[in-house]
């Protein structure tokens, strides 16, 4: 089955750490551009960060610049989307999206951060 699944959320405190992976089923994410989107309650869904199919370039919203980072394993299995010094903002389900011709999300993981 081709799918992709996110994992890695969770309740966190107010300037603490998440790591989030994206994990291709079915299918390896070599050739894919990938980004992940938040949608928080009552908001639209919107891009955080995304990283081309060849890994020269990446894309951040603003709001986490210098705070999140992008990655992508050698195996091109998955990305993962490093999370610091965490504000309650951020807290939305987080969405992996892959594209290459063909598209997926995944089902989305809940990011929370609160005290």
């Known amino acids: 089955q081709v799918q992709l699944v996110e994992s890695g959320g969770g309740l966190v405190q107010p300037g603490g750490s998440l790591r989030l992976s994206c994990t291709a089923s079915g299918f390896t994410l070599h050739y894919y551009s990938i980004g992940w989107f938040r949608q928080a309650p009552g908001k639209e869904r919107e891009g955080v960060s995304c990283?081309?199919?060849?890994?020269?370039?990446?894309y951040y919203l603003d709001s986490v610049k210098g705070r999140f980072a992008i990655s992508r394993d050698r195996a091109f299995k998955s990305v993962s989307l490093e999370m610091n010094s965490l504000k309650p903002e951020d807290t939305a389900v987080y969405y992996c999206?892959?594209?290459?011709?063909?598209?997926?999300w995944g089902q989305g993981t809940q990011v929370t951060v609160s005290s």
């Open positions: 990283i081309s199919s060849s890994n020269v370039s990446t």
């Open positions: 999206y892959a594209r290459a011709g063909a598209e997926y």
